[in-house]
């Protein structure tokens, strides 16, 4: 029997901000940001902090669909957390004691031991739970690539382009944003697949990606995306 692959199956020009981003699909990882329940979960961390997590949920259900493409699609989908070891041994001190929170990183919340690695409240929402074979790095600042092996993990599979969404928009995923565009890979990032607590910094955090010429990236709706999924 003979197979036939049109090249529309391997590439795909997606419409995006500033321009279309032209997707390589065995070369572009879906990279899920802290989907994780201390950030998005009513009583986690974050809601603890006074936060708005209804901002967050709001990803859920775009990020269940494109994953659910994603996947049927067979494309690499690669998962992150923030957190720490329980020993706090990779938390630096500047970070645990910064916000004079009354309760910090470390110490016992609501869902465990608050971001450490293990607990309840530091896994990914079931919504989103990774697959066996999904990769989860494990990180411990704000970016992805910072202190993990997910650059290695990318050159050894060949991927030069990541789809990346999660939360938060101004924070991890912008600064992961940023250090993959530095590395040499091009960013897409789905508007409605991000999200901030704080909705001006969700629109100019997106605005920062696109801007001058898409100086770190491109921005556009996860329709598109799942438009040229199939
Ligand atoms: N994942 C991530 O963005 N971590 C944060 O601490 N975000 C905040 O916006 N605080």
Sequence with gaps: ???????????????????????????????????????????????????????????????????????????????????????????PPAKKVRGRGVKTIGDP?????????????????????????????????KGAFFATDLHAILQNRGLTQLVVTGVTTEVCVNTTVREANDRGYDCLIPEDCVGSYFPEFQEMGLKMIKAQGGIFGWVTHSSKILAVLG
Excluded at 111 to 139: C, F, N, S
Aim: with cysteine; net charge negative; glycine share 8%.
């Design 1 to 91: 029997m003979e197979i036939t692959v049109s090249s529309s199956d391997l590439t795909a020009s997606i419409e995006a901000e500033p321009y279309p981003f032209e997707l390589v699909k065995r070369k572009c990882a879906l990279l899920i940001i802290d989907m994780q329940r201390d950030f998005l979960e009513p009583d986690g961390f974050g809601e603890m902090l006074g936060n708005d997590v209804s901002q967050l949920r709001r990803t859920i259900e775009p990020n269940r669909l494109l994953l659910d493409a994603w996947r049927a699609a067979g494309l690499t989908v690669i998962h992150t957390r923030e957190g720490h070891r329980p020993d706090l041994s990779d938390l």
């Design 109 to 141: 919340g609501p869902m465990g031991r608050i971001l450490i690695r293990g607990e309840a409240g530091h896994d990914i929402i079931p919504e989103l739970y990774p697959l066996p074979a999904e990769p989860v790095i494990d990180k411990p600042g």
